[in-house]
């Protein structure tokens, strides 16, 4: 079963602050993501990668940068944080050649005040 | 790029009857398509993948059903249970990567 451990669980922050989540996958899955979710939205990807140093621009990129340091993490970052961010953020990863079959961690609540 | 519309968005049942939730896509090209669990405080969960060349595909209690023709994707809950009262999600594809999902459809099943 593969593993998705994302953190912190729970971030509050003020406008403006620098917020960075982290997700470690340990199943040598060659593709991360980034996911918020919000009610009415559900799921929009942020930023994706490949693997190590490779990013991809997802669906929803503004105000966020990401970096995948090894196959094993990759980092959100919210540098300016605003109100709009408000979200329960989602990593994911999976494995070339399983098109779609993703593999979630637990969620980041991140609330901007 | 792909849309998808997933409706209803709240679905209430009495444990024992059916359940339906349809998911309706935009982009013809997409060939991947997938529905996903989301349990209070978890992420989400795969549950069935259907590509385009498989119209009917039956799991644990459910049925789920790809009309290519009006782009339309249903996931049907022959006997709901209360363990099956969750958040559920469809998604379509046609890059194999980068997933689009509807907005959910939030199920309740009530004794």
């Known amino acids: 079963e593969a593993a998705v451990t994302q953190s912190p669980r729970n971030k509050v922050t003020v406008t403006g602050g620098n917020v960075t989540l982290s997700c470690r996958q340990t199943?040598?899955?060659?593709?991360m993501y980034w996911y918020r979710q919000d009610t009415g939205h559900g799921l929009r990807l942020i930023h994706y990668?490949?693997?190590?140093?490779?990013?991809q621009i997802g669906d929803v990129p503004d105000g966020y940068k990401a970096t995948r340091t090894t196959q094993e993490d990759f980092f959100l970052l919210l540098e300016l944080a605003s109100p709009s961010q408000t979200s329960l953020y989602f990593c994911?990863?999976?494995?070339?050649?399983?098109?779609?079959?993703?593999?979630f961690g637990e969620g980041s609540k991140l609330t901007v005040l | 790029g792909e849309q998808v519309e997933q409706r209803p968005p709240h679905l209430s049942v009495r444990e024992g009857d059916s359940a339906v939730i349809i998911c309706t896509y935009t982009?013809?090209?997409?060939?991947?398509f997938f529905w996903y669990k989301q349990e209070p405080g978890a992420g989400l969960q795969l549950l069935m993948k259907?590509?385009?060349?498989?119209e009917i595909n039956e799991g644990q209690g459910f049925t789920v059903l790809l009309n290519k023709k009006d782009k339309q994707l249903s996931l049907n809950l022959t006997a709901a249970h209360p363990g099956d009262s969750a958040v559920y999600f469809c998604?379509?594809?046609?890059?194999?990567?980068?997933?689009?999902f509807g907005q959910g459809t939030i199920l309740k099943v009530y004794l």
């Open positions: 994911a990863s999976s494995v070339w050649g399983t098109p779609g079959q993703l593999y």
């Open positions: 199943n040598s899955h060659n593709y």
């Open positions: 990668s490949y693997g190590a140093g490779n990013l």
């Open positions: 982009d013809p090209n997409s060939y991947y």
């Open positions: 259907v590509f385009s060349s498989t």
């Open positions: 998604a379509a594809t046609s890059s194999g990567q980068k997933l689009v």
